[in-house]
């Protein structure tokens, strides 16, 4: 133990933390879904956004058959980056049905409208169900005649690829969109919001800090006034703030969370460069003539590595607690995006009803990722803390 450095010291004690390393674990899990996404959802449109208004508001573990019509627009089929990022435009219009019966050359369906309404039948020509439904109706004579042979083909092709069954493990909100898929997307968005604003607070707060704290004077002062304003401000009213000078958005929500979060990271920073500017291997490299941004960068940056992880990991939980508090209140991303906090505000009205699962499902996911970061934060304090180490050693 004696020849381990201190970063080694810190990983061992970190790995020791069972909840720390619970922690991690569940945030790397999450990251692999974010990244994953539509990859994995069971709803692979963009934005999770196939409405289905028949079936809004349905329970967890519903499931439905439905009838796939053939969009008649074009619907390219993207690659699979372009899947991974933005998702698969849907190439049927989805109809939600109780049974169906072939008639010749149409099928006749009993179209469901409603767990209080009798199915309405209709009747689709087998012909548009597979190549597009017409935008129009075509004159008369127009219309292909089929064959038997045809005919049977079409009926097999609907059999097999076009009457399915779609499960919703959670259920459908308030558009009969799969909230399954809007909450897995909704961990991307979060953890989005919380890796820029990080990048961006620890950028802005640690050049101001180490600038604050190593050189001092009407610097520091400059820097401190600075800060102290900022620091006064609530952080939420801040962020709204910023989020009206900037516009609404994904971009400006990652900007506004960022600029409201590098005060913390500053003061951190100017305290601990303030202590380790007069020690004695920092006197020695002024002595041997190196510029003052190679000994901040070099030489004291790197030995408050452990603090600065610390308050990142926090901050990552304050950010995704503000990203979801300003999608409550309406200036985070905009719809269709799935945002957790914009999937509470969408249903928190139906917690009185039986239906409390719309808005508690999504605050679960918050609840649960920002515990994750919090049990991370805590086993980094831990681990860097020369004294715990000391104990247990």
């Not at 519903?62 to 690659?79: A, G, Y």
């Not at 009993?110 to 169900?129: L, M, Q, R, T, V």
């Not at 607070?201 to 102290?228: E, H, P, Q, R, T």
């Not at 990142?312 to 799935?338: D, R, T, V």
Request: aromatic fraction near 10%; charged fraction near 15%; include cysteine.
């Amino acid at each position: 133990m004696a020849d381990l450095t201190p970063t080694q010291r810190a990983l061992q004690a970190f790995k020791r933390n069972k909840l720390a390393m619970a922690g991690l674990v569940f945030v790397a899990c999450s990251v692999l879904v974010a990244l994953l996404g539509y990859l994995i959802m069971p709803d692979d449109t963009p934005q999770a956004n196939d409405m289905t208004l028949q079936i809004s508001l349905k329970k967890p573990g519903s499931s439905f058959t439905m009838l796939r019509i053939r969009k008649d627009s074009p619907v390219d089929t993207v690659n699979i980056l372009q899947k991974l990022w933005s998702g698969q435009p849907d190439f049927y219009l989805n109809v939600p049905i109780t049974g169906y019966r072939f008639v010749k050359d149409s099928i006749i369906v009993n179209e469901y409208i409603g767990s209080e309404d009798k199915p309405e039948a209709k009747a689709y020509n087998i012909f548009e169900i597979v190549n597009g439904v017409k935008q129009a109706t075509p004159p008369a004579g127009t219309q292909p005649k089929l064959d038997v042979a045809s005919i049977k083909n079409y009926q097999t092709i609907i059999l097999k690829d076009q009457i399915i069954k779609r499960h919703y493990l959670l259920g459908t909100d308030l558009y009969g969109r799969d909230l399954f898929s809007r909450l897995i997307l909704g961990t991307r968005i979060s953890l989005s919001v919380g890796l820029m604003a990080v990048i961006i607070s620890m950028l802005i707060g640690v050049s101001i800090g180490a600038a604050a704290g190593y050189y001092g004077g009407k610097i520091d002062a400059a820097f401190s006034w600075l800060m102290n304003i900022l620091w006064s401000l609530p952080a939420l009213l801040l962020v709204i703030a910023l989020s009206f000078a900037l516009g609404k958005g994904l971009w400006q929500i990652f900007i506004a969370v960022g600029l409201s979060m590098w005060v913390e990271v500053a003061r951190l920073v100017r305290g601990q460069v303030m202590g380790l500017k007069q020690v004695e291997y920092i006197e020695a490299a002024r002595a041997m003539g190196f510029n003052n941004y190679r000994i901040i960068t070099k030489h004291i940056l790197p030995n408050i590595t452990g603090p600065m992880l610390v308050l990142a990991s926090s901050n990552f939980a304050s950010a995704i607690l503000l990203e979801a508090g300003l999608s409550f209140l309406g200036f985070g991303a905009q719809p269709p995006m799935p945002t957790w906090g914009g999937m509470i505000r969408e249903h928190y009205g139906y917690i009185i009803m039986d239906l409390a699962y719309l808005a508690v499902a999504p605050g679960l996911a918050i609840m649960l990722m920002v515990y994750a970061f919090n049990l991370v934060t805590v086993g980094l304090r831990d681990a860097f803390d020369i004294k715990s180490q000391s104990a247990r050693l």
